[in-house]
C-alpha cells in the first residue's frame, strides 16, 4: 500500500498538516497498511479543528472503505464499513422507510467520524446521542480485529464512543436504524423575537427535530431572535433536490464581512413570515442544508474560520446568553449560528452532550475572533459546560480542565490500547488529552 | 424489462462506483473478479443499495477457464444484458523494462482476457437483440508515450476490438461504448507523482452511464481529455520522440 505524503486541512481550514496518508480502498487493503503498527484512522475530515491532523505522521483515510454489509429489518440493525458516509445511509434507507437514528448537520460525516466525535443530532433530546444506537463495532489492532459492544466489553466501548480514534481503527459497525415513514420532512419555522422566547420554544417543543437558528449580530432587544424549525418524518412527493453547486476558489475576506452579514441575517429572518409557516422538504434539505454547497467553506477565504460550539447546563442559561451578547457586541459572527436544547444522552467518556443548551457559531480566522473565541472557551467552562473537540482549534490543555470529568477513566482504556501513544493526533496533543507525556 | 450487468474486474473503484449507480436502478449485477472476498462484500452494498441480485463470480483474466462459467451464469439472467470491462492492470515501465515476460501478463488483463470474454458473450447478446457493452480503455492508449507504452499498447489494443466489436453488434441492436478515462483517483494513481485534473470514481461512472444512455461510441472522461489528447496526438512524431510527457 502507497503512503502518498500531502498537506490537508480540517473543515475550517484554519489548521493544517502535513502527513502521510495511506488510503485502503477494500478491508484487506485496510489489513495490509496496518502492518504491525497502530496508525490512527479518518474520515471526511469534517471536524472543523485538528481531530483529523498528523502532522509529521501517518494516518489513514477510511473514505473508500465504505460497504453496506447486511441489513436486518427485523431488528433494523444495518452492518457497515466505517468510511460509509451518513447520507449514503439516509439515502438509501429512507425510501424503505428507515433513517440513521442520529445524524450530524452534514450528511458527509462517516460512520467512523460520528463514532469517534460521538455525534449528535436535531433530536438528540429525544434520542440521545450516536453511540447509543451502535450495537458493536470491529476495532482493528495489529494482532486483529476485536468485536467491541456495549455489554461484552463496556470500558473499550466508552473509550471508543466518542474517544477521538484513540482505541484503534474503527473498521465497521451495526448499528440500529430507527422507522420513518418516508424521506421528505414536514418542517415548521417559526421567527422567534428574543433570547427568552427562544429557551422557552426550545424547553417546550415536543417535535421529534428540533433545531434553532440564531441571528449572532443582533444586539439590544432583539438579542437572541431567529427561526426555530420543528421537523417530522412523512411520507409523499416532493421535487428532488437540484444539483449541489461547489464553491469554485476562496472568497475574499468582504464575502463574510460584518455589514454583509447583518444584512444576510435579517433577509434570512424575514424569509420566514411573521405568523411562521410549515413546509414539505426532502429530507436531505432538512438535515444537511449545508450540503447543497460544495466547499462552503472556501467562503472564508484562504485563511480559514473557526467555530465555537460549547454546551452548559440548564440552569446555565443566563451565562449562555452573557456569551452570545458578546459575539453580537463583536460584529465577528457569520450567518451560521446554531442553538439546540440537548438532551443527556451520550455513550462515551469524552461524548459531547450533556442537559442543556448548546450555541455554535462560526466566524472567520482572525486575530479579534481567536481571543474572542478563547474568553468564551474560559467563560463556557466557568457555567460548567464545554466545548466540543469535533469544532475546536484554539483551547489550550489549561482551558479545558474539569470540562470532562470522565478523562482519567478515558485515559486507562486509551493507555491500554495504545501504550505507545502511536494514534495521537495534533488535537489529542494540543490538549494533552492523553497526559503531558 | 429486467436489466442485468455483467462486470469484469468489479473490484475496481471505477467499477464499484459503476455498479451502485445501476444499484440505485434496480438492475441485477453479477460482480465478477479475483478477490472472492471483497466481490462478496460488495455485492451486498449493491443489494441493500436497490439492486435486484447481485452475485460475486470468479474471473481472472489470466485464466481462460474462468470464462465459460461466467457467461453461463449471465445467461441465465433474463432481458437485457451488459457488460462492462474495468480490468486492467498497470505495472510501472521500469518494472516490464527488468522483467519484459510482464508484457504477456498486461496484454491479458487489459486486452486479450476481457476481450474473449466479450467475444463469447457477443452471440448471445446478437440473440437478445439489446444491450450494451462498456469497456474502459485509457488515454494511454491514444499514443505510445515514454512512461507506459506496454499499457498503452494494450489500451490501445483494447480498443481497436471494440471499434470492430462495435461495428459488429451495431447491426443487431446492442451498443458498444468505449470509454477512455484520464486521471482517475483510484489505488492505481494513488501517491503517483505528476497526477493532475484527477477525477472521482463517482463522476467517471456517471460520465460512462449518460454516454451508454445517449448510445455515444466513444467518450472521454472528464471530457477535456479529448482536447489534451488531441493535441497530444498532433503532436508530429519527429518531435514527440524527443519529449518526456
Ligand atoms: C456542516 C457541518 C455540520 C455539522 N453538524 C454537526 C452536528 O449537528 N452534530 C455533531 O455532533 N457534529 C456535527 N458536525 C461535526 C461532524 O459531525 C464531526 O466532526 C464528525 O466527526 C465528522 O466525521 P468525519 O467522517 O468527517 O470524521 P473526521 O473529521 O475525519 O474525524 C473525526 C475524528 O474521528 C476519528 N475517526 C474517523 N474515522 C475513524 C475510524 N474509522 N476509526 C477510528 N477513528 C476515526 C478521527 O481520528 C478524528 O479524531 C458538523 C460538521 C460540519 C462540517
Ligand atoms: N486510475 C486511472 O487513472 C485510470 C486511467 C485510465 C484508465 N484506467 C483503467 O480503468 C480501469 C479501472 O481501474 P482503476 O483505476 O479502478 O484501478 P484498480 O482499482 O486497480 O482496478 C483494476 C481492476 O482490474 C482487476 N484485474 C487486474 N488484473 C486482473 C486479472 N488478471 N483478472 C481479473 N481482474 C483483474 C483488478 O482486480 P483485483 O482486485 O483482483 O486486483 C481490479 O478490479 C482499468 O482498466 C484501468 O486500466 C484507470
Known sequence: ?437 | MNSTWIILGATSSMARAFARAVAIEGAGILLAGRDMEELSRLASDCQLRGARIATALHFDARDPETFGPLIARACQEEGELNAAVFAGSMPSQTEIDSDPSLIDGVMADNHTGPARVLHMLAPRMESRGCGAIVGVGSVAGDRGRLNNYVYGAAKAAFATYLSGLRNRLARSGVHVVTVKPGFVDTAMTWGLPGMFLVASPEAVAQDILRAVRKRRNVIYTPFFWRWIMLIIRTIPEPIFKKLKI
Request: proline share 5%; hydrophobic share 40%; net charge positive.
Open chain 1, 1 to 437: 500500500m502507497s503512503w502518498k505524503r500531502t498537506e490537508y486541512a480540517g473543515w475550517g481550514r484554519a489548521l493544517r498538516a502535513t502527513a502521510e496518508i495511506a488510503r485502503p480502498e477494500r478491508l484487506r487493503a485496510l489489513h495490509g497498511t496496518m502492518g504491525d503498527a497502530l496508525v490512527p484512522a479518518m474520515g471526511m475530515r469534517r471536524s472543523y479543528g485538528d481531530a483529523a491532523l498528523v502532522d509529521g505522521g501517518r494516518v489513514i483515510d477510511m473514505t473508500r472503505l465504505d460497504r453496506m454489509i447486511g441489513f436486518d429489518p427485523a431488528t433494523g440493525i444495518l452492518e457497515v464499513e466505517a468510511g460509509v458516509r451518513i447520507g449514503e445511509i439516509a439515502a438509501a434507507f429512507a425510501p424503505r422507510g428507515w433513517l440513521p437514528a442520529v445524524m450530524p448537520g452534514t450528511g458527509f460525516a462517516t460512520v467512523g467520524g460520528c463514532i469517534a466525535q460521538d455525534v449528535h443530532g436535531k433530536n438528540h433530546h429525544h434520542a440521545g446521542s450516536f453511540c447509543q444506537h451502535v450495537v458493536s463495532l470491529r476495532l482493528a489492532t495489529p494482532t486483529g480485529e476485536n468485536e467491541v459492544t456495549p455489554e461484552g466489553s463496556p470500558d473499550l466501548f466508552r473509550a471508543t464512543a466518542g474517544g477521538l480514534g484513540q482505541t484503534g481503527v474503527i473498521v465497521s459497525a451495526r448499528m440500529k436504524l430507527a422507522r420513518c415513514p418516508g424521506d421528505v420532512m414536514v418542517v415548521t419555522e417559526r421567527r422567534i423575537a428574543d433570547w427568552d422566547e427562544f429557551l422557552a420554544r426550545l424547553d417546550g417543543s415536543r417535535a421529534t427535530y428540533t433545531v434553532g437558528w440564531i441571528d449572532a449580530t443582533a444586539t439590544g432587544a432583539k438579542l437572541g431572535r431567529g427561526i426555530l424549525e420543528e421537523g417530522e418524518t412523512g411520507s409523499g412527493l416532493v421535487p428532488r433536490r437540484r444539483r449541489a453547486a461547489r464553491v469554485p476558489m476562496d472568497a475574499p475576506r468582504i464575502a463574510l464581512s460584518s455589514p454583509v452579514v447583518r444584512a444576510f441575517n435579517a433577509a434570512y429572518f424575514r424569509r420566514v413570515p411573521a405568523s411562521g409557516r410549515t413546509v414539505v422538504r426532502p429530507i436531505d434539505d432538512f438535515f444537511f442544508p449545508l450540503d447543497r454547497i460544495h466547499d462552503w467553506n472556501r467562503l472564508y477565504g484562504k485563511s480559514g474560520f473557526h467555530q465555537f460550539q460549547c454546551v452548559v447546563p440548564v440552569g446555565a442559561a443566563d451565562a449562555l446568553r452573557a456569551m452570545l451578547e458578546r459575539i453580537a457586541r463583536s460584529g465577528l459572527a457569520s450567518p451560521l449560528a446554531v442553538l439546540k436544547r440537548m438532551g443527556a444522552g451520550r455513550a462515551g467518556y469524552l461524548s459531547f452532550p450533556m442537559e442543556g443548551y448548546t450555541l455554535a457559531v462560526d466566524m472567520p480566522n482572525t486575530e479579534a475572533a481567536r481571543s474572542l473565541i478563547r474568553e468564551l472557551i474560559v467563560q463556557a467552562r466557568d457555567a460548567g459546560g464545554r466545548i466540543y473537540f469535533a469544532k475546536d482549534s484554539l483551547a489550550r490543555a489549561e482551558d479545558i480542565t474539569g470540562m470532562y470529568p470522565e478523562l482519567d477513566d478515558w485515559r486507562v482504556v486509551v493507555g491500554r490500547q495504545d501504550p505507545q501513544g502511536r494514534l495521537i493526533t495534533d488535537l489529542v496533543r494540543r490538549l494533552q488529552l492523553r497526559g503531558t507525556a
